[in-house]
Nanobody, 122 residues
Framework: QVQLVESGGGLVQAGGSLRLSCAAS????????IGWFRQAPGKEREFVAR????????YYADSVKGRFTISRDNTRNTVYLQMNSLKPEDTAVYYCAANDPLVVSGGEYDYWGQGTQVTVSS
């Protein structure tokens, strides 16, 4: 199994930047698709970005496209989410998740971190 730990959240002014990290344990990390999700108070969890195992294919939600960049370093078992031009509506708990193609779980993602809080002030 894969264990995921997010870090890098905090309080930032609108227009500022943060870089989130998702550190993983487990030898299967490099073959996993990794996604970032977020959940604001009173809202459902929403997709933010994902990256394939090699790091060559990425996809972003329209709300963050052009502002956020997902990347990974498989030698360090880490995925990053660079967040620029932050807006108050980006305020949420951010989670990373992993999909292992060799795990049959019935869900899109198999493993989840505990989340890191991002707060963007006006």
């Amino acid at each position: 199994q894969v264990q995921l730990v997010e870090s890098g959240g905090g309080l930032v002014q609108a227009g500022g930047s943060l870089r989130l990290s998702c550190a993983a344990s487990g030898r299967t990390f490099s073959r996993c698709v990794i996604g970032w999700f977020r959940q604001a108070p009173g809202k459902e969890r929403e997709f933010v970005a994902r990256i394939n195992s090699s790091g060559r294919i990425t996809y972003y939600a329209d709300s963050v496209k052009g502002r956020f960049t997902i990347s990974r370093d498989n030698t360090r078992n880490t995925v990053y989410l660079q967040m620029n031009s932050l807006k108050p509506e980006d305020t949420a708990v951010y989670y990373c998740a992993a999909n292992d193609p060799l795990v049959v779980s019935g869900g899109e993602y198999d493993y989840w971190g505990q989340g890191t809080q991002v707060t963007v002030s006006s």
